[in-house]
C-alpha cells in the first residue's frame, strides 16, 4: 500500500512574509520550501515552512559527484549561462561554419596556418598588401646579412656595386622599385670613344698583317740560305720574331673583342648581400654623368635623400666599392660648392677613389646629399659629387 503524502493534509500557503524579511536581516542561511516556494531563512538543522507549515531541512553543500539535477532548483539556475546566450552561441557558430563551408569547398582541403597577431587572413590582403609583403623580401634579405645598428649602416646596405665589361663602380637604391643611381661613365660607353677604340683596332690590324709580311720575308731569307737545315734550326732563327707576332696578334683579338663587348653594354648589380642582379639601362643623362638602372626585384631599401645647402665642415662620408673593396665608408668634411663645367658641384676631402663612382655621399644621419663622381688625380683630398637636386631635376621619377 502507497504511503500517503505528507503534504496532503498541509494548509494553502499565504502571502505573510514576515519572518522571511528579518531573517535576511540578520543574513542567516536560507532556502527555498519545495512546496510553497516560500523564501526560508534557518538557524537551525530543522525547521517548519510559515507559508504552508511544511518540515523542511536546512539547506548542505551540494556533494561534488552528485549529479546537478539532484541540486536545487535555484542553485541551478545560478551555476549556468542563461539559455540565450547559448542559443546566439549556436547561431554564431553556425554561421561561422557556413562562411568557411562555403558550397563547392571541400572541409578536407581546408587549411588553418597559424598567423601573428595582426595579421590578414589568406586571401583577404588587398593586391597592393601582397605586393608589399612581397617586396620586403629582399629588405629582410639585406638585413640579414648587414644587421644595420646605426642610420650609415642603412645607407651601407642601401648602396650597391655596379659591374660591367670593361669595369666596375658603385650607385645606390634610389626608391623602392629597385632603381639604381650611378654615374654615367661607370655603365656606358660614348660613340665617340667606341670610335676612337674601333679606329684603334684597325690600325692595331693593319700593324699585324705587316709583321706577318716582315716574318714571312725573313723565314724566307732563312731558307735561301740554308735549304737542309733542320726545323729545330729555322725556329731558332726566327724564335724571337714568331713570340712577338703571337703576342701582338692577341692583343689585337682581345681589343676587338673589348669594342664588342662595349658595343652591346650590360653588367650586374651587386647588392650588400653579395648577390648579383642583371641591369637594365633605363635611362642616360645627357648633360650630367648620371644614370638610372633597374634590376627585376623589388622592395628594395631605398635612400633618403636631402637637398638643403651644406655647412662648410659639415661631416659627410661616401660609400662604396673603391678599388673592388666592397662596401667601404670612409669620412670627410663639406669643403664648398665649385663650379665645374657651369654646374654646381660639392667638394670634399672624403676620399673618392676609382670604384667609388656612382656612390651615395650622405650626411651623418644616412641622407644621401651627393652622387660621387671623381677626384683630381695627384691631389689629396678634393672630391667631387654632383648634388642631390640635380639628380632629381634629371630623373623627376624618383
Known sequence: MDSPDPFSTLPAPEKAGGPSRSLDRLCLPSMRCPRCDFDLALD?????????????????PPSPLAPTSARPAASRRRSGPPIFLIAIGAVIFAGFLGLILLPGSDPGDLELPS?????????????????TDARSEVERRLEQ????????????????????EWGSGSGFFADSACRVVTNRHVVHVGEE?????RAEVEMADLAFVEARRILKEKGDLFNGRCRDCSREAFERFLGDDIELVARFEAAV???RREVLQLSSAGGVVV????SEHPFRLERLSEDHDLALLRIDAAGCPALEGIEEDLLHGQPLFT???PLGLRLKLASGVFSGYVELAGERTIQTDAPINPGNSGGPLVDADGRVVGVNSGFIEGASGI???IPLAVVRAEFPEL
Open 253 to 255: 683579338n682581345e681589343r
Open 145 to 164: 646579412a648587414i644587421a644595420p645598428r646605426s642610420p650609415l649602416e642603412r645607407a651601407r646596405m642601401a648602396t650597391v656595386g655596379v659591374r660591367t
Open 193 to 197: 670613344q667606341l670610335d676612337r677604340m
Open 115 to 131: 598567423r601573428a597577431v595582426g595579421a590578414e587572413p589568406p586571401g583577404s590582403a588587398s593586391p597592393s598588401v601582397a605586393r
Open 271 to 274: 647588392l650588400a648581400d653579395g
Open 44 to 60: 537551525r538543522g530543522v525547521e517548519t515552512c510559515p507559508g504552508c507549515g511544511a518540515r523542511v531541512g536546512a539547506p548542505s
Open 383 to 385: 672630391g667631387f659629387a
Open 319 to 321: 660609400i662604396g666599392d
